[in-house]
């Protein structure tokens, strides 16, 4: 029973946490810092989602991001996208999803 509990939530913190194409960087980082589990959730999984479809595409046969050997979670990977957010408040009336990609871009740069 408690498994069909953790899918459900799964499942509709993936389909809550798309974000429009205009939300803006600030949004983002007002979610993933909110207090309590479901903000949480719901970020991880908007961030988990935005890692896989890096991990499956590649635009120009270019890598933009080499993930660690050893994984990545998607917590940890929020804890990255919230640090680069606040310590760039410049850039949060950009694109949400085109800070993430920076973020995670110079995290985990690909040697060329």
Not at 58 to 70: A, E, G, V
Not at 75 to 91: G, M, S, Y
Request: some cysteine.
């Amino acid at each position: 029973m408690n498994r069909v509990i953790v899918l459900l939530a799964v499942s509709l913190a993936t389909a809550l946490a798309q974000p429009s194409q205009s939300e803006k960087a600030e949004k983002l980082l007002q979610e993933c810092t909110a207090p309590g589990e479901t903000a949480k959730l719901l970020c991880a999984a908007y961030i988990n989602g935005f890692m896989d479809g890096i991990a499956m595409q590649s635009i120009n046969n270019r890598r933009y991001i080499c993930w660690p050997k050893d994984g990545l979670s998607a917590f940890q990977a929020v804890r990255i996208v919230v640090k680069w957010l606040e310590d760039h408040p410049k850039n949060l009336n950009k694109s949400g999803r085109s800070e993430v990609m920076l973020a995670l871009e110079d995290a985990f740069p690909c040697k060329e």
